[in-house]
């Protein structure tokens, strides 16, 4: 098993910058591919970035491309997501989540962490 606990989130004013963090126990991550969702109020949970295992992949989703780094610090099991100007539409409660195998877009990963919130101001 692999628990998975999200902090970072907050309030903060458009053109701003956030950075997420996703600190992992129970199994080293260093096997699983993280991603990184959000799901805002009425909305459907849908993808943001996703980093390979190794660290050697990443992709992202077209809205967030550009400003959203995500990266991984396998000897400390943790994951990240650099989030930068910030625009009210990123407004969501945002989740990470591991599994083993390929990486993908769609929310079937094993491990979800609770979710922490973002709130984007204009």
């Known amino acids: 098993q692999v628990q998975l606990v999200e902090s970072g989130g907050g309030l903060v004013q458009a053109g701003g910058s956030l950075r997420l963090s996703c600190a992992a126990s129970?199994?080293?991550?260093?096997?699983?591919?993280m991603g990184w969702f959000r799901q805002a109020p009425g909305k459907e949970r849908e993808f943001v970035a996703y980093?390979?295992?190794?660290?050697?992949?990443?992709r992202y989703a077209d809205s967030v491309a550009g400003r959203f780094t995500i990266s991984r610090d396998n000897a400390n099991n943790t994951a990240y997501l650099q989030m930068n100007s910030l625009k009210p539409e990123d407004t969501a409660v945002y989740y990470c989540?591991?599994?083993?195998?390929?990486?993908?877009?769609?929310?079937?990963?094993?491990?979800w962490g609770q979710g922490t919130q973002v709130t984007v101001s204009s």
């Open positions: 989540a591991a599994k083993r195998g390929m990486p993908g877009v769609f929310p079937t990963y094993a491990y």
């Open positions: 129970g199994r080293t991550l260093s096997t699983y591919t």
């Open positions: 980093i390979k295992w190794d660290g050697g992949s990443t």
